[in-house]
């Protein structure tokens, strides 16, 4: 009992702290290159309001975002009707943003052009009709299922909210539910723990039709039971994302570094980092990333709110293409806009031109 009220009383998320971020500015290095953010929440949390205003004063700050991806985040769910079609709401919440933003009153991004929200897939073979609601409720925008299987032994890991339990990629229910994704033409965003990447890889052989996306690069842990182990887990994820990566039904979101569970230690800081000094930290991270997935199969995200604990909107881009520097045009048009635009099937060829 004590081990689990102590994990209750960790803040999952770290504060965000607009005096402490305002410490630094830097100008977006290359505003005129397309970046599709394959990767945001909107919510209206006590304490924490982020939503299109807040986003929209985030995307606007200097880099040129073109379209936006929701992802599932436990927002606006319905508060009556059967419990397994409660995330529908969060799908006609993200709908109707996208719909505001496609008036083009709120400036020329696509905001939310893709959406991504929870189905229980231990549902089995139920779950299809959840989908099929998600479908009609999204407008032509609902792309695929959120539902998070992050766990680890240690409680201070566990997100109490998920649901998340040990060997969910393995569950017979789970798998009969994950099989109705791809015959409607839906894809699965794995988000999990660097040890439970190697679960994944026999889900992915299992389902060669389904396409995935592991989010956040896969979770490298930093703090509880990995805390001061950084070369071991380094070590550990690195052989867990090549192996992934021989499987092709397999994309890669390279973002999310800034969270508590990472322990990077942005956040612990007098000043917030610097792009260059984001990049130093994550390129080694990045590296393996596009060696083994390829910039056909990777796409940056920024993970905002969440990583905004960490640094800003701008540097968190602004490391991203520190640490392209060296691709070829065509790599980094692929890494922040059109293997995203491709992977969520937006329609925005038009805008992915560079002035």
């Not at 940056?300 to 392209?324: H, I, Q």
């Amino acid at each position: 009992m004590g081990s689990q009220s102590a994990a209750l009383n960790v803040p999952r998320f770290l504060r965000v702290r607009p005096d402490w971020l305002a410490l630094h500015s830097e100008p977006a290095i290359e505003p005129d290159l397309p970046i599709v953010d394959c990767h945001h929440h909107l919510w209206d949390r006590p304490g924490w309001r982020y939503l299109l205003d807040e986003l929209l004063e985030d995307m606007t700050a200097g880099h040129r975002v073109v379209a936006t991806v929701f992802i599932q985040c436990w927002a606006m769910h319905r508060g009556n009707g059967p419990k397994a079609f409660n995330a529908v709401g969060e799908t006609e919440f993200a709908n109707g943003v996208a719909a505001m933003s496609a008036s083009l009153d709120y400036g020329p991004a696509r905001v939310c052009a893709g959406i991504v929200s929870y189905a229980d897939l231990r549902l089995g073979a139920v779950v299809e009709e959840v989908l099929n609601a998600h479908i009609d409720a999204g407008g032509g925008r609902f792309r695929g299922v959120r539902q998070i299987v992050a766990w680890d032994a240690d409680e201070i890991l566990v997100n109490p909210e998920s649901g998340a339990s040990a060997g969910m990629l393995e569950d017979q229910s789970f798998r009969e539910g994950f099989s109705r994704l791809a015959p409607l033409g839906l894809s699965f965003e794995a988000w999990l723990y660097h040890p439970q990447i190697k679960e994944l890889v026999p889900l992915a052989r299992a389902f060669p039709e389904t396409l995935i996306v592991l989010n956040h690069a896969g979770g490298p842990v930093g703090i509880g039971p990995y805390a001061g182990k950084r070369d071991d887990v380094f070590a550990e994820w690195s052989a867990s994302i090549i192996e992934l990566a021989t499987c092709p039904n397999v994309f890669l979101k390279f973002g999310g570094l800034g969270m508590r569970v990472n322990g990077l230690g942005f956040d612990r800081q007098a000043t917030p980092p610097s792009s260059e000094r984001v990049a130093s930290v994550l390129s080694p991270f990045f590296d393996v990333c596009v060696s083994a997935f390829g910039s056909d199969r990777c796409m940056f995200e920024s993970n905002f709110p969440v990583d905004k604990g960490s640094y800003s909107y701008v540097v968190c881009w602004n490391a991203f293409k520190r640490m392209t520097g060296g691709a070829s045009a065509d790599e980094k048009a692929s890494l922040f806009s059109r293997t995203a635009a491709r992977f969520y099937k937006l329609d925005i060829s038009s805008d992915l031109r560079v002035p």
